[in-house]
């Protein structure tokens, strides 16, 4: 009988490698793109730790070539679905009962083999899959993912051992129950990282999950449940469904087993299923737990006394890196009269220099965007700037789907601080620019408050201390990462703890203690050594 009070220690960072010329995981990467590019998968359900195939399939593609399919797919029916919730209620007794430090020790056991075994193997089908640059792949996945995986761990430890006070003559004590039911994970195609905690998160907390991943994530997505198993994840404890949302998402917010729902993806995706569980209320034996980030309509807001080539740098990196494709990707800016002219002409140098095409050349900094859908939609913002009167594609606009999915880094400029694409999310490489007067720093701020329902990212750029304070509380609801001199991308766990409010989510901060405190079901327990044994009170006798 282990009854060791084990704290894990705080674990650090997974280090980011560079894939710089000549170095051993440049030459390690190249292998594995090499072995994704000549294999074709073939991706079944995993429901009860078995395989199953629907025979109703559909093709994952390369986004930078997408005539170059990478595997065949199996899609769940309503059948499937109740088959995982099945799956999962009978997974549910035993994990939920078993040693919290087993299940850290299999998170952990993850963590290590994308560490080491298959570290180039997940970049090379991240990079592929969801056409990312060897550094968006490595920054994602595998360092986010293993972050997650050993966070979770060391902050479960602190949420457990967090119990009550215990006066003289009783004995409290707080039991972190797991939920009692399933919980219902829904990930987006651009984190894989994510995609493995919106499982890894609940089931570190004791609970059982049913995952349906996103249709363009299909492939490393799938490699990462094989490596759950390899790592000794029990049967049913995540049952993998891709499928088509609304066909599973029905069938799930349906069960009166449903006691959770972890989601990152678009709001409007997040205000349908919180609809149907709604809808859905009186069937449910628990209220279900809703945690969901969303989307965002990010900022940068420079003061005059800003330095300008940092903040054309911050624009750049913020708005172009994995083609805006972050749900922190600057999408607006306002910039001063005063600064703009040398800010123009710092992003237009940056921007001759950055080269797009398929990620297995290094030297491009720039990829395709994930599929038609979104291709088709960023295209249309960019030609209802192209006719518009009050704004004007000033970098790139140019769209190609002949071979890949490829949208230049575009710029637009805008005199209607109010126009479509400073106000709505666009999920591609287009940023818009509003020119303020240097005067109307005060009510540009407020403006940039009403201006859109998001509240996601936010940065501030200023040299002028009492500038940054007015602006820190002005975009005080803002933003639920906000910074100060700096992009507005690229939170790092443990570090910025990540999410928004506003339209953009529940702000439960992913990765950190504050979401895996909402996958507990805590019950408190009382015990008193010597009961009463009478009902009187002192008070009672009057005289
Ligand atoms: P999405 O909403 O289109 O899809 C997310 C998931 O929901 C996918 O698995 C999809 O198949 C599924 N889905 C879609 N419609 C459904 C329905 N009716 N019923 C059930 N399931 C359904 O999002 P996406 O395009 O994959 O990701 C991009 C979005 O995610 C952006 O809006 C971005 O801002 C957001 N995002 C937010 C964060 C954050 O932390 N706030 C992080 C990453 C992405």
Request: with cysteine; net charge neutral.
């Amino acid at each position: 009988m282990n009854n060791a009070i084990f704290r894990f220690p705080n674990p650090g960072n997974e280090p980011v490698k560079s894939y710089a010329p000549g170095s051993d995981e440049k030459r390690e990467l190249k292998k594995a793109l090499t072995q994704i590019c000549t294999e074709e998968w073939d991706i079944p359900l995993l429901i009860g730790g078995k395989e199953v195939r629907t025979g109703n399939t559909g093709k994952v593609v390369m986004p930078h070539d997408h005539k170059h399919v990478l595997a065949t797919y199996h899609k769940a029916g309503e059948k499937e679905v109740q088959m995982a919730i099945d799956a999962a209620m009978k997974a549910h007794r035993e994990w939920s009962e078993l040693p919290w430090v087993e299940r850290a020790s299999i998170m952990l056991r993850i963590a290590e083999l994308f560490a080491t075994k298959y570290r180039y193997l997940l970049n090379a089908s991240v990079m592929m899959g969801q056409s990312k640059s060897p550094f968006q792949a490595e920054i994602d996945a595998p360092c986010e993912l293993i972050d997650f995986l050993r966070y979770s761990t060391f902050y479960a430890g602190q949420i457990y051992a967090d119990q009550p006070y215990s006066d003289k003559g009783i004995l409290n004590r707080m039991e972190y129950r797991a939920l009692e039911g399933f919980v219902f994970s829904l990930s987006p195609f651009n984190f894989t990282s994510i995609a493995s905690n919106l499982n890894m998160g609940p089931a570190m907390m004791g609970n059982v999950a049913v995952w349906k991943p996103s249709t363009t994530a299909i492939h490393s997505n799938y490699l990462l449940m094989k490596v759950f198993q390899e790592a000794g994840l029990p049967d049913g404890v995540v049952n993998f469904i891709p499928g088509q949302g609304s066909v599973i998402g029905k069938v799930i917010t349906a069960s009166p087993d449903l006691a959770g729902f972890h989601f990152t993806g678009s709001t409007a995706t997040f205000n349908t299923l919180w609809r149907q569980m709604g809808n859905n209320l009186e069937t449910y034996k628990s209220y279900p737990k809703i945690v969901g980030e969303t989307g965002g309509k990010n900022f940068i807001f420079v003061h005059p006394s800003s330095p300008t080539l940092e903040v054309a740098t911050a624009i750049v990196r913020g708005a172009f890196e994995y083609q805006g494709q972050k749900c922190s990707a600057t999408s607006r800016a306002y910039i001063p009269k005063s600064l703009w002219k040398e800010i123009k002409e710092q992003i237009a140098a940056q921007l001759s220099e950055i080269k797009m095409g398929d990620p297995q050349d290094f030297t491009h900094f720039f990829n395709a965007v994930i599929d038609e859908t979104s291709f088709d939609n960023i295209k249309s913002y960019i030609d209802h700037a192209g006719q518009a009167n009050d704004a004007e594609i000033i970098f790139g606009g140019k769209c190609d789907k002949s071979v890949g999915y490829f949208v230049e880094p575009t710029v637009i400029l805008t005199t209607n601080p109010q126009y479509k694409s400073m106000v709505e999310e666009i999920f591609g490489p287009v940023i818009t620019v509003y020119v303020y007067d240097d005067n109307k720093y005060e009510e540009t701020l407020e403006l940039c408050d009403r201006t859109s329902p998001y509240a996601l990212t936010g940065s501030i750029f200023a040299r002028d201390r009492y500038a940054l304070q007015m602006a820190f509380d002005k975009l005080r609801y803002s933003a639920g990462n906000f910074y100060i001199n700096d992009k507005s991308t690229g939170a790092v766990i443990a570090q910025q703890p990540f999410g928004g409010s506003r339209a953009s989510g529940t702000n439960d901060k992913a990765g950190g203690p504050l979401n895996l405190t909402r996958w507990t079901n805590a019950r408190c327990i009382k015990e008193a050594f010597v009961p009463p044994t009478h009902f009187s009170y002192p008070f009672l006798g009057e005289k």
